[in-house]
């Protein structure tokens, strides 16, 4: 592969949306920041230099880095922060991506600015598993917050307060139209009539899913997470955050100005309060002589952010190609079965000598905390007392997940640094319980780094261990690195763990992050002292409480 070189210059400057104006920390002075492109295999430098006015690192999302989980990015699981006025180069090592990834802050809040698209074509000889689009389109879907997030997020959350809601959603960058202030700068996409372009979504907003149509123009889906899929029809898509999605679309609609539209679907709490402002817009705009009305066409086909059944029958679809080119590899001697719930619940904990009560969110009512040196160094220097690798912890007690009187201390969290240790190339089966505990059921965009996991089975209700693995699919399940678990419902996921390193696994939403809905997988191929990963690179961001 070949060797591209980045610099991310990490500095505040001012936007305006919404009528009014603020400063946040971006990349090379760009909302949405860089498009980082490759082709398959390539290998990327990309030189951090952080000019902002806090520690911050960034992350490769769906990128397998593989041995190379210095490079991958989370605060304190596999790095600590760059801090002010320092710099770090990331080694971004693709291997068998294809498609649309993207990169993304992965500090506190910070993503909410610092983020951007990847794209990752197939090499010349292999091309697509499609005819050769006319051209390309990335669109990154983004959450707009009027005041400085991070602030407002460090005080919720010290208070136990909910986590602040957005403005507004954007289209790359621009919330358009139905928003204040934003007519002019709705962004526009032009296109030639009878051409097939590309379209590469990025979902980046913090804390919903999204649907997203385009006002009379067919959607063929044909890849997802930098995996292909047998293209899939439809008049509207739906994307949890954290996730992307190539789609074919062809110019083939009378000459005119069609509205492409994006909409949080709200399985449980709306981000942006006001619906009107909930609809993020952006244009579609035929190049040619002709005169059109001054009105877009909205999409007719755009679910309404209540609509539960459109997601779920769309997501049901994803198939792989399983092709001679794109094959599968379904783990299926499992050696390792987890089946975890998803809970939003409480805490108890102690606070300043009282017991206090919080907001919290687990897996297996295991509420993360991170360590003051990241889990990744800890590891490969052997030093204890960072975490434990009690995860995850006790089988939960079975009741029924879902039911409406679930007993909120039945789900009391604890908090603690529990990782899970899984030994090299064991077959691995997650199933993820959705509960409703709190009333508080909902979706939960799961995201695993390092690795693509099959998506053997989902549906509604309990997990059935007797019947549900009958319905699995074991020949074409999609592969993703980002999987909605349904409101009331459930995933089954599968992965040979191939990668050696130490591998965030979290809740994408960012406010469950914040309330600890994260665990962390350590893939063991070594004596005591790990020596099947990379070497760390010369210089590594010091930890400042680091104890060595
Ligand atoms: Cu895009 Cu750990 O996340
Ligand atoms: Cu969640």
Redesign the pocket.
């Known amino acids: 592969g070949n060797v591209h070189y980045y610099d991310f210059v990490l500095k505040e400057a001012n936007f305006t949306r919404l009528c009014s104006s603020k400063s946040m920390l971006v990349v090379n002075e760009q909302y949405p920041g860089p498009v980082i492109r490759v082709t398959k295999g390539d290998i990327v430098y990309v030189n951090v230099h952080n000019q902002g006015d806090y520690g911050v690192t960034i ?1 490769w ?1 769906g990128v397998h880095q593989p041995r190379n989980p210095w490079s991958d990015g ?1 605060e304190y699981i596999t790095q600590c922060p760059i801090e002010p006025a320092s710099n770090f180069t990331y080694e971004v090592i693709f291997s068998d991506e294809e498609g649309t990834l993207w990169w ?1 802050a ?1 500090s506190d809040w910070t993503r909410a600015s610092v983020h951007g698209a990847i794209v990752a074509l197939p090499n010349n000889e292999t091309g697509y598993p499609f005819p050769q689009p006319d051209g390309e389109e990335i669109i990154v879907f983004g959450s707009w917050y009027k005041g400085d997030v991070n602030k407002e997020v460090a005080e919720d959350l010290e208070d136990g307060d909910l986590t602040p809601s957005s403005d507004a959603y954007t289209i790359n960058g621009q919330p358009g139209d139905f928003c204040p202030c934003s007519n002019e700068s709705t962004y526009r996409w032009q296109v030639d009539y009878g051409k097939t372009y590309l379209l590469r979504l990025v979902n980046a907003v913090m804390n919903v899913e999204l649907y997203f149509a385009i006002a009379q123009h067919n959607l063929t889906v044909v890849g997802l997470d930098g995996s292909y899929l047998k293209p899939i029809v439809t008049d509207f898509v739906m994307l949890s955050t ?1 996730q992307t999605m190539d789609i074919l679309v062809t110019a083939n609609q009378p000459l005119g100005r069609y509205y492409m539209a994006a909409r949080q679907y709200d399985s449980v709490r709306s981000d942006v309060t006001d619906y009107d402002k909930a609809n993020a817009t952006a244009i579609l705009e035929y190049r040619d002589n002709y005169t059109y009305s001054s009105t877009p066409i909205f999409p007719s086909s755009l679910p309404t952010y209540e609509d539960f059944d459109p997601a779920i029958n769309f997501t049901y679809r994803f198939r792989s190609l399983a092709s001679q080119n794109h094959p599968v590899n379904i783990p299926k001697n499992i050696t390792t079965r987890m089946y975890l719930t998803v809970s939003v619940n409480n805490v108890i904990f102690d606070y300043e000598g009282t017991s206090k009560t919080n907001l919290a969110a687990s897996f297996n009512n295991v509420s993360w905390i991170n360590p003051s040196t990241d889990v990744l160094l800890a590891y490969y220097r052997n030093m204890s007392g960072f975490y434990t690798t009690d995860f995850p912890n006790y089988p939960p007690s079975f009741f029924d997940f879902i039911a409406d009187d679930v007993s909120d201390d039945k789900t009391l969290t604890v908090q603690g640094t529990k990782v899970k240790v899984l030994n090299y190339n064991e077959e691995v089966e997650i199933v993820l319980q959705d509960t409703n505990v709190f009333d508080g059921s909902e979706d939960h965009p799961v ?1 695993l ?1 390092g690795y693509t996991f099959y998506v053997v089975g989902s549906g509604y209700g309990n997990f059935d261990n007797e019947t549900d693995p009958k319905g699995y699919n074991l020949v074409d399940p999609p592969k993703m690195n980002t999987v909605s678990v349904p409101k009331d419902g459930w995933v089954a996921l599968r992965f040979k763990a191939s990668n050696p390193g130490v591998w ?1 696994f ?1 809740c ?1 939403f960012e406010r469950h992050i914040s309330w600890g809905m994260v665990t962390v997988f350590i893939v063991k191929n070594g004596g005591t002292l790990e020596t099947s990963i990379r070497d760390p690179p010369p210089y590594l961001p010091p930890c400042k409480s680091s104890s060595w």
């Open positions: 992350h999302h989370p993304h992965h954290g995201h780094h965030f979290h994408h």
